[in-house]
């Protein structure tokens, strides 16, 4: 849709937030409390360290690798890291992977109008903007794929990998997802989308049960 229709700042702005809202509710509703409850100090600290460096890393790519090919490598890699996280979800549980799928889908749709709104502004043809879109998407069932071994491990190291994947979850929406939606003047309609969101998917969590 975005390759016919652009948005406007203010419809992203709302898209940001909405995502924001979700993910942060599915990073505190479902994977913090499996952390709690393993109560592993230790597989805590190691993950959530290797969270945030895995993300500064990231963060430090996006100003070395300039123009079209640094939006292409760090929305790959953006999508990959969110396919090991949605992977990790579902080794917490099922409702957990699922309620991560949903939050996940809404911040790839976000990633989905940014990388088209570049390659529109750099010439691309609508069918090969199209295509690449399609095939960076393809990161995140791959990324999901790559970490179902987890399950099989340890609780503690498994405790790793939620915590990783939590500090993940919190970097996304604190520093790309609202950082950005800011960029754009806010207007209340669109700052209460954080919290439709966020009470959006704790809803949905106890209608599933």
Excluded: N
Aim: no cysteine; charged share 10%; net charge negative.
């Amino acid at each position: 849709m975005a390759v016919w229709v652009r948005p406007g700042p203010q419809a992203i702005s709302a898209i940001q937030h909405f995502a924001a809202g979700v993910i942060f509710a599915a990073a505190a509703g479902e994977i913090l409390p499996d952390i709690k409850h393993q109560g592993s100090v230790v597989a805590t600290f190691v993950g959530g360290v290797a969270g945030v460096a895995t993300m500064l890393l990231i963060k430090e790519l996006e100003r070395f690798i300039k123009g079209r090919a640094g939006l292409l490598a760090t929305i790959g890699i953006d999508i990959l890291i969110d396919g090991l996280v949605l992977g990790i979800g579902f080794a917490a549980g099922a409702k957990a992977g699922l309620l991560l799928t949903i939050a996940l889908s809404l911040e790839v749709v976000f990633l989905g109008l940014a990388l088209t709104t570049g390659l529109t502004a750099a010439g691309w043809t609508r069918r090969r903007i199209i295509a690449v879109t399609a095939g960076l998407m393809a990161l995140m069932p791959i990324g999901a794929v790559l970490s179902a071994p987890v399950t099989a491990l340890s609780a503690p190291v498994v405790t790793g990998f939620l915590a990783f994947g939590l500090v993940a979850l919190l970097y996304l929406v604190t520093e790309e997802l609202l950082v950005e939606a800011h960029e754009t003047p806010d207007r209340p309609w669109v700052a209460a989308l954080f919290f439709a969101g966020f009470l959006l998917l704790l809803l949905l969590e106890e209608t599933i049960g």
